[in-house]
């Protein structure tokens, strides 16, 4: 039998989830929206239906505005809420998505209380937190899309700037996913090669930045919503090393009992996710400069989290 997954929204990044999805043959997709939108959400299922046979997968998509629908999925991507508009901060969302992460968290606990969660809603350091905290589910099994595309940008600019292959960069962004989370050139490499020794500190201070402020730099560019390709193919990434059981190491944030010194907390850090979910937690040895703008996003990620009253 093929797997289930249900995608939680069906917007700008839910339909290409739901493509990336069926091109990947990960399973078969549900696509669940508020009832004003079924009617278009089922548009777009029949469309990727109709894809399928030059696309050359298997998977069968379907659309609802009923929780019944996504019973005993594997996997479960939230998408549900508002994207941020040209001059918003990501908090300038949390009201609003906290409301529609309360009733998503209610659904899915009560339909696919033992998918793998993904939550990508911004605020997404709340949203997870609310999520975590409304589904009462073990840590295991929830995970916050952040630190999968923040170190997907990180990686993207690199290469960029430097003239190499992407699939040759590789580093880390831990963190909160805002403008203090913190990309760690130490241990970023170029094939193998320490992105300290090829880029001036210039280069490297200019890429950073450029990362912690990727999201709103396409913000200003559409004028109207927000990203949408990269952050379904980090999700996508993070559903498939669950379902392959792939064992990937990425950048999650995922709830912390201790790891770096915080407790209660979902913190982008490095996570391996197998068929457990989040398996494991990687602490890294951090410089004290380091450490520093860790502590300094922790505290960010603390307030948002308290601002949910969860
Ligand atoms: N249940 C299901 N779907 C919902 C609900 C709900 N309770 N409330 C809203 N939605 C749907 C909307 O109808 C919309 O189709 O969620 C979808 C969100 O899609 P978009 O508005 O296109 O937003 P998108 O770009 O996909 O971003 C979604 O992810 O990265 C974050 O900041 C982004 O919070 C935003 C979210």
Redesign the pocket.
């Given at each position: 039998m093929r797997k289930k997954i249900a995608l939680?929204?069906?917007?700008?990044?839910?339909?290409i989830l739901a493509m990336i999805a069926a091109q990947k043959e990960l399973g078969d997709i549900v696509i669940?929206?508020?009832p004003?939108?079924e009617n278009?959400?089922k548009g777009k299922a029949l469309d990727l239906m109709e894809m399928a046979p030059h696309g050359n997968y298997d998977a069968k998509i379907t659309a609802t505005?009923d929780y019944k629908d996504i019973a005993g999925a594997d996997v479960v991507i939230i998408?549900?809420?508002?994207?941020?508009q040209a001059g918003m901060t990501?908090e300038d969302?949390l009201a609003v998505?906290l409301q529609?992460i309360s009733?998503?968290a209610a659904?899915v606990k009560q339909y696919a209380p033992k998918a793998f969660c993904v939550i990508?809603?911004?605020?997404?350091d709340a949203?997870v937190y609310a999520f975590s905290k409304l589904t009462g589910f073990p840590r295991n099994q929830v995970a916050g899309m952040a630190g999968t595309l923040d170190t997907a940008r990180w990686r993207a600019f690199i290469a960029m700037e430097l003239g190499v292959s992407v699939c040759d960069v590789s580093g880390t962004v831990l963190g909160g996913h805002g403008p203090d989370m913190v990309p760690l050139p130490r241990l970023t490499t170029v094939g193998g090669v320490p992105l300290t020794e090829i880029a001036t500190k210039e280069q490297i201070e200019k890429l950073a930045l450029r990362t912690r402020e990727a999201?709103t730099e396409i913000v200003k560019l559409f004028g109207k919503?927000?990203?949408?390709f990269s952050?379904a193919w980090s999700a996508i990434v993070m559903a498939e090393s669950y379902l392959h059981d792939k064992r990937r190491i990425l950048p999650c944030a995922a709830l912390c009992e201790g790891e770096y010194g915080v407790k209660g907390l979902f913190i982008g850090v490095p996570a391996m996710i197998s068929a457990k979910g989040i398996e494991k937690i990687y602490e890294i040895k951090l410089t004290e400069d380091e450490n520093a703008l860790l502590q300094k996003t922790i505290s960010g990620v603390k307030k948002t989290a308290e601002e949910t009253k969860l």
């Open positions: 939680i929204g069906g917007g700008q990044i839910g339909q669940l929206e508020i004003e939108l278009p959400a505005s998408t549900a809420g508002r994207p941020r990501r969302l998505n529609i009733v998503v659904g990508v809603t911004n605020p997404l949203m999201g919503g927000s990203a949408f952050p």
